[in-house]
């Protein structure tokens, strides 16, 4: 497909999620938070020192669920799609054991201000949590790309 502006993608996703957050935290009831919490455990289950494909696929998920809580089918298959046009970016990410061990972090935070119900924590931490993503995907086009082959 058309490769989009990365910051661009990168704008409309914090946008969206946002708001999916904040209405997830109005409308959450304990029993659906089920799967967000499974996700969770499934991403702390895997070793902090591997890396992991599988870890990037459990990230996105966590956010999709997110959507899903929010009630708006629309704003969650759009994050969908920004997603998966994040997802190369995201599994090149220098996932460190520092990075990994503060997403975690980061992810059970999103989840304690949904399981109050606290809108605007919820907003807090997950535009806190985006931040960073923004920043290590900052710090990879700050490298230059490497030539193959020869020098001319």
């Known amino acids: 497909?058309?490769?989009?502006n990365l910051f661009h993608v990168l704008d409309a996703r914090e946008a969206?999620?946002?708001?999916?957050v904040a209405r997830a935290s109005r409308r959450r009831e304990l029993p659906d938070l089920f799967r967000l919490r499974q996700l969770l455990e499934e991403m702390a289950a895997i070793p902090v020192?591997?890396?992991?494909?599988?870890?990037?696929?459990?990230?996105?998920?966590?956010?999709l669920e997110i959507g899903r809580l929010s009630g708006?089918?629309?704003?969650?298959?759009?994050?969908?799609?920004?997603?998966?046009e994040l997802k190369p970016h995201l599994a090149r990410i220098r996932w460190s054991l520092e990075r990994r061990?503060?997403?975690?972090?980061?992810h059970a935070r999103?989840?304690?201000?949904?399981?109050?119900g606290d809108v605007a924590l919820a907003e807090c931490?997950?535009?806190d949590h985006i931040r960073i993503a923004f920043n290590s995907l900052l710090d990879e086009l700050?490298?230059?790309p490497t030539m193959n082959g020869p020098q001319a």
């Open 125 to 127: 931490e997950m535009r």
């Open 101 to 106: 061990q503060e997403t975690n972090a980061q």
């Open 110 to 116: 999103i989840y304690s201000a949904l399981v109050a």
């Open 1 to 4: 497909g058309e490769d989009h």
């Open 49 to 63: 020192t591997e890396v992991s494909p599988e870890y990037v696929e459990l990230d996105i998920q966590f956010h």
């Open 142 to 144: 700050r490298d230059p």
């Open 72 to 84: 708006n089918m629309v704003m969650t298959s759009l994050l969908g799609l920004l997603m998966r």
């Open 16 to 20: 969206l999620e946002l708001a999916t």
